[in-house]
């Protein structure tokens, strides 16, 4: 079980890079949208710095053609470094593209996947990450427990090394469903994250321990003051 941050911005990954247990970073042509138009090697560059080598960087190729992506991937890590890994939908050209890639040795993230085949065909081609779009399949009345499920049964059954990097989440309950089904790993956007953890409930306990506590060893006084 594994999360990545789902964003491209810089003060959101600098601020959760000290809350959550991640992995790495995924961002697609919409989500750097949000960040207006950047020297993108530059900002990448900073997010490596933020994140640390032992976090996997995951860009997005924009090009149409496999020949186009293949150069895209090339540019990419020539500048980023090899360690990251490409962002390739599924579709004739992003196959084909996976297709050459992995034999020189690219690290892969297929990407816009809604249904059983998109996912198999990747797994067969030796993606290294798999991202099925949970909450875009839900909108399309696709049954993304099943596809997630089938993924990991395929898996497994097969020794594949691919990991699913289950994608597109509007809530925390979809999270967890993916886990549930078999998901290595879910990207999700931090701010969600956060949210999961601001419920009045969770500070109902925790000022409610304080309240107990400050009755009894008085205000202000906690372990670091009473056990010198
Ligand atoms: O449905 P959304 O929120 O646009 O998400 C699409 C998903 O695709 C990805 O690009 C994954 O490949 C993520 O970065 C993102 O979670």
């Known amino acids: 079980m594994e999360l990545m941050f789902d964003t491209a911005n810089l003060d959101n990954i600098r601020y959760f890079n000290g809350i959550f247990p991640y992995v790495g970073i995924t961002s697609n042509p919409s989500i750097l949208k949000k960040e207006g138009k950047r020297d993108l090697v530059h900002?990448?560059?900073?997010?490596?710095?933020?994140?640390?080598?032992?976090?996997?960087?995951h860009i997005q190729l924009t090009a149409g053609?496999?020949?186009?992506?293949?150069?895209?991937?090339y540019k990419i890590t020539e500048k980023l470094g090899k360690e990251v890994y490409i962002k390739i939908p599924i579709n004739e050209e992003g196959l084909k593209a996976i297709k050459q890639l992995k034999q020189d040795h690219f690290k892969i993230t297929a990407t816009a996947i809604y249904t059983m085949a998109q996912g198999d065909y990747a797994i067969m081609a030796g993606a290294d990450y798999l991202a099925p779009y949970y909450n875009r399949m839900e909108n399309t009345n696709i049954n993304a427990e099943n596809v997630i499920s089938h993924f990991a049964d395929r898996i497994e059954v097969g020794g594949y090394q691919t990991k699913i990097l289950a994608a597109s989440f509007k809530n925390i309950g979809q999270v967890m469903k993916a886990f549930n089904c078999g998901a290595h790993c879910a990207t999700v956007d931090p701010m969600l994250l956060g949210d999961s953890l601001k419920l009045p409930f969770?500070?109902?306990?925790?000022?409610?321990?304080k309240k107990d506590w400050e009755a009894v060893y008085g205000q202000g006084n906690t372990f670091l003051n009473l056990l010198d």
Not at 43 to 57: A, D, N, P, T, V
Not at 65 to 73: L, P
Not at 202 to 209: G, L, P, R, W
């Open 202 to 209: 969770i500070e109902t306990a925790v000022s409610d321990f």
């Open 43 to 57: 900002h990448f560059k900073e997010i490596q710095s933020i994140i640390g080598g032992e976090r996997s960087l």
């Open 65 to 73: 053609t496999s020949e186009k992506m293949i150069e895209e991937a």
